[in-house]
């Protein structure tokens, strides 16, 4: 059986019993309310549907991550040692020199979530983003995971198939371990702060991990950079001594906040802290490097077949230049094909794609927001399956054609788990339209 035709067999068993499955997406919708898959405070936004996944489509998901983490460590090679390649960047100084300082331990990249568009019918995918710096999702995944489990959605295939998901926390804190071992070349158990700027209360996922590394007896704190101060040759919270942090506030933050973080930035300089992950994974995370990938002159380190990769599966992207009237003429003319992007920021903002506006709204995006630091970009046809809308107060179900993202988590530069968002918009993300739907792997008995 196909990865599709369990979407369509899922819509026809719905379709035959409403009553019973409209029974069981209240009961879901009550768990999710009681658990920890929280967004701002509230319970994250969700479809009562599963994304269907086979064995064949995770070891293409295997493949491919595996062959594009070794051409994005050649990038980091090169910018590591090579000033001209460095150049092309355009990173301040201060970025420079974070990036450029060794964090103690080998992995460029220790975690990230590479997002695909990915098509059951075809296996064809292109990658559309590059998260190396905060990448979250984990907790969404994992309780929406749980909570299926024992719903009516799951419970209908049990007896035809295997079904697994993915563990997100404990892995991690392994991992974070053995970052840590070979920075400090000892055994003991460190003391561990998660780091990011903080609203209010804390993110459910960081409580999370929080409980994950106390399971594994690291003390834990969740902390804010602003909270830190090095003294005395160690980086503290309060008195807590901090070994070891998890670092979820994002790189640009940092920078345009040197000074209120100007503890974390000085303690990491000096190596008195092992930082996990290292700033150096910006390389990879601003979407320059899609630019750069498909720049041969710039990156004659490819070999073909990299190349080759690189122009099946990630879309043409060019650095925008306002001031090169060709480029800009080109934009207006082929806006329905064209997406702009700014080349360092999160959860879809600023990203722009061309068919959902007028020429004249285009035209003004490209001279109110595109003026500096961003990206033109081909658009990718999003894949879309027909995916289940239930209605709360009415037993009522309707399927709609949804385009869907999917992210792979990828800790220590192997695939460990699957996080997928979908929605009816073009864009998908936290600042639009958006839900979580929860993954599992379906192998027949």
Not at 179 to 200: H, N, T
Not at 206 to 220: M, N, P
Not at 255 to 274: K, S
Not at 321 to 345: E, F, R
């Amino acid at each position: 059986m196909q990865t599709r035709e369990l979407f369509d067999g899922y819509k026809a068993r719905i379709l035959k019993d409403k009553a019973l499955y409209h029974a069981s997406y209240k009961q879901v919708l009550e768990e999710v309310a009681n658990s920890t898959a929280q967004y701002k405070g509230k319970p994250v936004e969700f479809l009562y549907q599963p994304m269907f996944l086979k064995d064949e489509d995770y070891q293409r998901f295997d493949r491919l991550t595996s062959e594009l983490y070794s051409i994005l460590n050649k990038v980091i090679k090169q910018y590591l040692e090579d000033v001209s390649f460095r150049r092309h960047f355009g990173f301040s100084p201060l970025l420079e020199t974070l990036i450029l300082k060794d964090p103690g331990y080998s992995t460029a990249v220790p975690i990230g979530r590479f997002d695909i568009f990915y098509h059951y019918d075809t296996g064809s995918f292109q990658f559309c983003e590059l998260n190396a710096d905060g990448s979250s999702g984990m907790v969404e995944q994992q309780e929406l995971a749980r909570i299926f489990k024992s719903s009516t959605a799951l419970k209908a295939y049990e007896s035809e198939y295997s079904i697994r998901d993915f563990e997100l926390f404990d892995s991690w804190v392994q991992i974070l371990q053995d970052k840590y071992r070979e920075f400090s070349g000892s055994d003991d158990k460190p003391q561990v702060a998660i780091v990011d700027w903080l609203q209010a209360e804390p993110p459910s996922e960081f409580l999370e991990f929080s409980s994950a590394f106390e399971r594994d007896g690291c003390k834990a704190v969740i902390a804010d950079p602003r909270w830190l101060e090095y003294r005395e040759g160690s980086l503290y919270y309060k008195d807590f001594r901090i070994d070891c942090i998890y670092r979820r506030a994002v790189t640009w933050e940092i920078i345009e906040r040197e000074q209120e973080a100007r503890a974390f930035i000085d303690a990491y300089l000096d190596g008195a802290v092992c930082v996990v992950g290292p700033l150096r994974s910006q390389v990879i995370h601003n979407k320059i490097v899609f630019a750069l990938l498909h720049d041969e002159e710039k990156t004659p380190f490819l070999t073909e077949e990299e190349r080759e990769f690189v122009r099946r599966h990630i879309p043409y992207t060019k650095i925008f230049d306002i001031n090169d009237k060709a480029l800009v003429d080109y934009t207006i003319q082929n806006k329905n094909s064209l997406v702009l992007k700014p080349m360092d920021k999160y959860a879809s903002k600023g990203v722009r794609i061309g068919e959902d506006y007028s020429i004249e709204e285009w035209k003004s995006i490209i001279q109110t927001e595109a003026k500096e630091e961003y990206l033109l970009q081909e658009f990718c046809r999003v894949p879309k399956v027909s995916m289940a809308f239930f209605n709360q107060e009415e037993q009522a179900v309707e399927f709609k054609d949804s385009n869907y993202i999917i992210g792979l988590f990828m800790y220590d530069g192997r695939l460990q788990g699957v996080y997928t968002r979908t929605g009816t918009k073009n864009i998908i993300g936290s600042i639009v339209e958006c839900f979580t739907v929860p993954n599992f792997i379906f192998s027949e008995k």
